[in-house]
């Protein structure tokens, strides 16, 4: 049925977000050569579960190249989890270890758990771990809150290794790229709900048309990473995986993950401004004025440049009549040696066929997110008069945060169902 032309293009340029044995088989009879397979030494592993970026790509500038294909698994479970809980998660994430190499081009994951998780304990969370229930973070925004258990991050290079781990996960293969499943995760955990996305060069521009929030013109450039039509994720402005770690206590080698979810409108982005004009709201006035940004923003290398453009901010807003979102974010996103906070692992989405974004952030503690959001608001900048709360103000004209939810992602050794005092019983 997809064998051919056209039909068989549309339907694997969707093969993750559908999901499913026929998208799995799809990809299967597609792919060229062999996924890598994983490794049954689990002390080869990284750590920290949150250490990727050694094992993903950089492109000519030194930036982590993310991988393609990403999928969230939100996961539930009832009471408190028992021994034969703790075995079959493990049993479950270690088959991807095996099955799968710690790579874009077969495997990255991580799973972090929510405050609600933790809450069915007696004791609490140590108190250096900052991790509060989500909330809204603006006046203008009434997410939805995910406080599901747990949440499961899986990417790759490849969708049939991400569909390939997700049946396993859910029991439905005795074997994943030639290793034994050992157990289901979904024996311990329901699914909750399941999210997908992608990133990279080509796949929005290829996935603009009919979908909700993008003008019918098409405007999404083949070269861009994003819907908004520039990349994201420059080194010089991102955090480092050792910085956002958490380094002392039970959590040491863990680190805390916000995700958001994000809607997307983006027809007077693209129908009422001028690519000068998205370059001041998507960086500064000054990229523009300065022509810094070429295309997406590759000229840009390693660094958006943004540092130099944070004190003429009330200026920028006088004389050019808005702000620019990186520029405004900035503000609070270093600490007080000139360090990044935030590291940004966002990507697209088409679920419920609108464009939007999935945003997960890792930092030490929740808090430092929720202050670079309170600065990437702007409301302090209003009452220049052409800045309105959502008007000239960055970029939040133009998404709409739907659902947020906050996890702490542990080090690899506590993955599994860990207690708030940092322990796993039953596992040796
Ligand atoms: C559709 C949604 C979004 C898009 C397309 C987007 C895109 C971008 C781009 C292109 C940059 C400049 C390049 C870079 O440094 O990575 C940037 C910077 C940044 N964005 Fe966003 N962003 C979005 C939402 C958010 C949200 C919700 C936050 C939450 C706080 C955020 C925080 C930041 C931060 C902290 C920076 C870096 C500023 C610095 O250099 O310190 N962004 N974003």
Redesign the pocket.
Known sequence: MFERGASRREFMKAAVAVGGATALAACTSRAEEPIPTGTDHPSSLPTRQHAWNDLLPEDDAGNTVLPRHQLLLYLTLDGRPNAGDRETVEAALSTLDRAYERSNEGLVHSIGYSPRYFSRYDAPLPERVDLPEPRALSSFETPEFDRQDALLHLASDRPDALLGAEEALKGETETVNGEEVAAALTDAFTVADRRTGFVGEGMPAERQGDLKGIPDSGPVPEASP???G?????A???ATEEYVTISEGPFAGATTKTV?N?R?RLDDWYDEQDFEERVME??SPEHAEQNLVEGV?EN?GD??G??AMLDSIRDDAREFGRVG???K??R???DEGGN???L?R?FESTDQGEAN?H?P?LQRGITA?EE??E??NGADLTDVPTVRQRVNNG?LE??F?QRRGNFLVPPRDLRTLPTPTGETPGLD
Do not use: C, T, W
């Not at 520039?230 to 420059?234: I, N, Q, R, T, V």
């Open positions: 994003l819907f908004m520039f990349k994201a994720g420059f010089g402005n991102q958001a994000i997307q998507m960086f923003g840009l660094d958006s943004i540092e979102h990186a520029q974010a900035a609070a996103n270093r990044v906070r935030l940004r966002h974004l945003f952030s997110f670079v959001r600065a990437m970029i133009y998404i945060v």
